[in-house]
């Protein structure tokens, strides 16, 4: 608890540019959980460095990625948004936690065998420790709640087993974290192959729409969306582009399936893929706007990166210094 409030934790990383499937899957719900919760939001560079990438690219993408949590209207005065290679105790702790993690598990996780086969010339061991890492930013500020869309609940649930482990050889040090799955669009698929989800990383434009397409392109890329012979706007498995179609339509509309398919009785694809197109307009238009006001203003940024990186070091030392006791690392002589 801090200030009386249940602590949440999240992060993203700015490993290309962020698509309505990290929205309407992470984002969103991270707006909603604001006043509920005290809330730390990292941008995890550390993360991004286990693939390949390019320096000034990453860095000017990460800053994107903090004004974008601040555009989608996560106050920086209340919530901790911050970088997290500016605290030290993410590495710090990775390192402890990787000690309590078994190959067995890591081998086991879905995200390293995608990555694996995607990087094949560069598997490195960071790539293949981090979900420990990750475990460490959760664990490290206690928190009761990770909002995260549907494909990183195996990393949730291996963090939870590390926290217990340790928990059970050293008493309670950590709070064993949940999970929060939004209702809707918890796992948004690719526009051209809805059997695959959609993702910053997809080298086809028109699978993705992402959050800064202006209008016309979103509209274009819902026009072109693969769908099937059917016919009929229906919400089942075996119709796998138009039930992503409704999905989305569902999260921006606030629509449930049920009436989305009611609304389109009888009515053909293409006027389900206007309707969608303009949902997602009107959803990312107050977003794509505040933006643009934010990238004006420098200093303000700095400003909150700064404070913030402050803030989050403060917490993540508290459980720190705990976790260093316990384990026997000596005391530091002051
Ligand atoms: P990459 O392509 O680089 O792996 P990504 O697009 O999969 O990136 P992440 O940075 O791994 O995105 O994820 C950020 C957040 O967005 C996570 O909480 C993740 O669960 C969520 N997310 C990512 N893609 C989707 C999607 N298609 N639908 C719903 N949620 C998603
Ligand atoms: N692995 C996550 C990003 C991430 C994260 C976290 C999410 C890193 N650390 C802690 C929630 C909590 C991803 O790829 N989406």
Request: hydrophobic share 30%; net charge positive; with cysteine.
């Given at each position: 608890m801090i200030n009386d409030k249940k602590v949440l934790f999240s992060g993203m990383q700015a490993t290309g540019n962020l698509t309505l499937g990290n929205y309407l899957g992470a984002l969103k719900n991270w707006v909603t959980l604001c006043d509920e919760y005290e809330c730390f939001y990292s941008v995890v560079d550390m993360h991004s460095i286990t693939v390949r990438q390019d320096p000034a690219t990453l860095r000017k993408r990460s800053r994107e990625l903090l004004m974008i949590y601040i555009a989608a209207g996560i106050d920086p005065e209340k919530n901790c948004l911050y970088y997290q290679?500016?605290?030290?105790?993410?590495?710090?702790?990775?390192?402890?936690?990787?000690?309590?993690t078994y190959m067995g598990e890591l081998n086991r996780m879905t995200q390293f065998k995608d990555k694996a086969a995607k990087h094949a010339d560069n598997i490195n061991a960071g790539l293949f420790t981090y979900p420990v890492l990750m475990a460490a930013d959760i664990l490290l500020y206690q928190a009761d709640v990770v909002p995260v869309g549907i494909d990183q609940m195996q990393h949730l649930e291996l963090t939870r087993d590390i926290a217990e482990r340790f928990n059970n050889i050293y008493g309670d040090v950590f709070t064993i974290p949940e999970a929060y799955v939004g209702k809707v669009g918890a796992k948004i698929m690719s526009l051209q192959d809805p059997s695959k989800k959609m993702s910053k990383s997809d080298e086809n434009p028109n699978a993705s729409i992402y959050l800064m397409d202006d209008p016309d392109t979103i509209m274009r890329k819902?026009?072109?969306?693969?769908?099937?012979?059917?016919?009929?706007?229906?919400?089942?498995?075996?119709?796998?582009?138009?039930?992503?179609?409704?999905?989305?339509?569902?999260?921006?509309?606030?629509?449930t399936p049920d009436e989305v398919v009611r609304e389109f009785d009888g009515r053909g694809y293409g006027e389900l893929k206007m309707a969608v197109g303009e949902s997602v307009v009107s959803v990312l238009k107050p977003l794509q706007e505040r933006h643009a006001e934010l990238a004006k203003d420098k200093a303000y940024i700095d400003r909150i990166i700064k404070?913030?990186?402050?803030?989050?070091?403060?917490?993540?030392?508290?459980?720190?210094?705990?976790?260093?006791?316990?384990?026997?690392?000596?005391?530091?002589?002051?």
């Open positions: 290679s500016h605290v030290p105790g993410h590495a710090e702790l990775a390192w402890i936690l990787n000690c309590f819902c026009k072109r969306a693969v769908t099937d012979s059917e016919g009929v706007v229906l919400y089942r498995d075996e119709q796998p582009g138009v039930k992503n179609l409704i999905d989305i339509y569902s999260a921006c509309s606030g629509k404070d913030n990186a402050e803030k989050a070091t403060y917490y993540s030392n508290k459980t720190l210094s705990k976790v260093k006791r316990k384990i026997g690392y000596p005391d530091k002589i002051r």
